[in-house]
């Protein structure tokens, strides 16, 4: 089992910046990848960024390339949302999430693992 714990949401002004941490406990070691979802008030929960846990592999959402960047720290089992120029939009519940095999990094349903989520609210 894997167990995930997101911390350093809050709230920021338009045009600021935050880091997201994950913290990763169990049999990290065979986690094939590592991603970011959000979920705004009454929507679905969406992809957001994903990197692979060996190779640091990225791929981003279009809605967030150029501002966010995934990271990982192999030695302390962490994940990093490095989040940039944010918006309004960018307001959600940021969730954690890790898969053991490759595959569509864009589906919720891929990833066997979940964090219980860290709150993220931009003002204007």
């Known amino acids: 089992q894997v167990q995930l714990v997101e911390s350093g949401g809050g709230l920021v002004q338009a045009g600021g910046s935050l880091r997201l941490s994950c913290a990763a406990s169990?049999?990290?070691?065979?986690?094939?990848?590592m991603g970011w979802f959000r979920q705004a008030p009454g929507k679905e929960r969406v992809f957001v960024a994903a990197?692979?846990?060996?190779?640091?592999?990225?791929v981003y959402a279009d809605s967030v390339k150029g501002r966010f960047t995934i990271s990982r720290d192999g030695a302390k089992n962490t994940l990093y949302l490095q989040m940039n120029s944010l918006k309004p939009d960018d307001t959600a519940v940021y969730y954690c999430?890790?898969?053991?095999?490759?595959?569509?990094?864009?589906?919720?349903?891929?990833?066997?693992?979940w964090g219980q989520g860290t709150q993220v609210t931009v003002s204007s």
């Open positions: 999430a890790a898969r053991d095999y490759s595959g569509n990094y864009y589906y919720t349903r891929e990833y066997g693992y």
């Open positions: 169990g049999r990290t070691f065979s986690s094939y990848a």
């Open positions: 990197i692979t846990w060996r190779g640091g592999n990225t």
